[in-house]
């Protein structure tokens, strides 16, 4: 099992930037890729970026390209979620995601507790 905990959230500016961390422990020698969701109150939970676990290939939500960057902290087991011009509209809570292989056929999904991020306007 993968356990991820993320941190980072807080408030901040329209215009401003936040870092978050989600730091994986437990069997991450099985992780095939790590996310970051968002869901805001009364909306369906929307996919942010995803980075690629051993290819280091990443993807981004189309609200989130240009400004969003999900990466690896120097090889640890920490996935970070950089977020520049935020808007009031990038409020939610995030959500980490950390995808599995459990074995040849099954891929096991993980997620954290999440961290709240507001933009105040």
């Known amino acids: 099992q993968v356990r991820l905990v993320e941190s980072g959230g807080g408030l901040v500016q329209a215009g401003g930037s936040l870092r978050l961390s989600c730091a994986a422990s437990?069997?991450?020698?099985?992780?095939?890729?790590m996310s970051w969701y968002r869901q805001a109150p009364g909306k369906e939970r929307e996919f942010v970026a995803r980075l690629k676990w051993n290819s280091g290939n990443t993807s981004y939500g189309d609200s989130m390209k240009g400004r969003f960057t999900i990466g690896r902290d120097n090889g640890k087991n920490t996935v970070y979620l950089q977020m520049n011009s935020l808007k009031p509209e990038d409020t939610a809570r995030y959500y980490c995601n950390g995808r599995g292989r459990i074995n040849a056929f099954q891929i096991s999904p993980y997620w954290g507790q999440g961290t709240q991020v507001t933009v105040s306007s």
């Open positions: 437990g069997r991450t020698s099985e992780i095939v890729d």
